[in-house]
């Protein structure tokens, strides 16, 4: 049994995360942690320092300016830490660096295991169609609240290409501003924003007569809250270090 701490647990997504976790007979929620009170059924606490239930990991899927009091957190506890969180600082990135050095870190551009399989295939493909002569395009679309772009998803797919391949290409997200013809080791990458859209990716490799595209549509937040609670039982007992999804998967 994965005994978990839920830090934001009031929120959309801690919400979500609870409610998987309560039909899984494999884990639990030990406690949450929300700034927000709530009558959950399990305890929880508006401060987390409050907080010393009894737990093998913390999921944390809150607000960038949390993290690193969670992170504080963890290593005081020696408890692995799931975060899920996005939009953080360098420095808050440096803290993670740094406390993998004691405990185990789990972080993850996109907890889906869908986009999180489509990297691995990358990593393993895109080498030959590169090679072959394929462009590599890449498009992301989300709804009209995001502010950044591109989304993290994005750059990790470019990334899982780049680095198969010596970190070679360099990334274009504007051919607005000159005119001149695309270069072979740029990997375009390109956003779109409107309406209620998840989250949606495409991979284009497009070569002489001939186009293979990779697609990953999410439909619902939930796909992201399933893989925060397989990464929070893979995470149980693991020695210190950094870890990701693609941990979880090179295990499922």
Request: aromatic share 6%; proline share 3%.
């Given at each position: 049994?994965?005994?978990?701490i839920?830090?934001?647990?009031?929120?959309?997504?801690?919400?979500v995360?609870?409610?998987?976790?309560?039909?899984?007979?494999?884990?639990?929620?030990?406690?949450?942690?929300?700034?927000a009170?709530?009558?959950?059924?399990?305890?929880?606490?508006?401060?987390?320092?409050?907080?010393?239930?009894?737990?093998?990991?913390i999921?944390?899927?809150?607000?960038?300016?949390?993290?690193?009091?969670?992170?504080?957190?963890?290593?005081?506890r020696?408890?692995?830490v799931?975060?899920?969180?996005?939009?953080?600082?360098?420095?808050?990135?440096?803290?993670l660096?740094?406390?993998?050095?004691?405990?185990?870190?789990?972080?993850?551009?996109?907890?889906?295991?869908?986009?999180?399989?489509?990297?691995?295939?990358?990593?393993?493909?895109?080498?030959?169609?590169?090679?072959?002569?394929?462009?590599?395009?890449?498009l992301?679309?989300h709804?009209?609240?995001?502010?950044?772009?591109?989304?993290?998803?994005?750059?990790?797919?470019?990334?899982?290409?780049?680095?198969?391949?010596?970190?070679?290409?360099?990334?274009?997200?504007?051919?607005?501003?000159?005119?001149?013809?695309?270069?072979?080791?740029?990997?375009?990458?390109?956003?779109?924003?409107g309406?209620?859209?998840?989250?949606?990716?495409?991979?284009?490799?497009?070569?002489?007569?001939?186009?293979?595209?990779?697609?990953?549509?999410?439909?619902?937040?939930?796909?992201?809250?399933?893989?925060?609670?397989?990464?929070?039982?893979?995470?149980?007992?693991?020695?210190?270090?950094?870890?990701?999804?693609?941990?979880?998967?090179?295990e499922?």
């Open positions: 049994m994965t005994k978990i839920m830090h934001g647990c009031n929120g959309h997504m801690g919400k995360i609870c409610d998987i976790v309560s039909k899984d007979k494999d884990c639990e929620i030990a406690a949450g942690v929300d700034i009170e709530s009558n959950a059924p399990f305890p929880t606490f508006t401060n987390i320092n409050d907080c010393r239930v009894e737990a093998d990991v999921i944390d899927f809150s607000t960038a300016s949390a993290v690193p009091g969670v992170i504080k957190y963890a290593l005081e020696k408890l692995p799931i975060i899920c969180t996005t939009g953080l600082s360098g420095e808050t990135l440096e803290l660096d740094k406390a993998s050095e004691e405990i185990p870190v789990f972080r993850s551009a996109n907890m889906s295991i869908g986009i999180n399989l489509i990297c691995s295939i990358l990593k393993k493909y895109a080498p030959v169609l590169s090679e072959a002569g394929f462009d590599i395009e890449i992301e679309k709804h009209n609240l995001k502010l950044d772009a591109p989304s993290g998803t994005a750059i990790l797919l470019a990334d899982s290409i780049n680095e198969s391949m010596g970190d070679k290409f360099n990334y274009v997200y504007d051919r607005s501003s000159y005119r001149k013809q695309r270069n072979e080791k740029e990997i375009g990458i390109s956003a779109m924003r309406g209620t859209i998840v989250g949606e990716h495409t991979v284009m490799f497009a070569g002489r007569n001939e186009v293979i595209e990779f697609n990953h549509s999410a439909h619902s937040k939930d796909v992201f809250a399933v893989g925060a609670v397989k990464a929070a039982k893979f995470m149980k007992n693991k020695p210190k270090g950094k870890y990701d999804m693609q941990s979880v998967m090179s499922l």
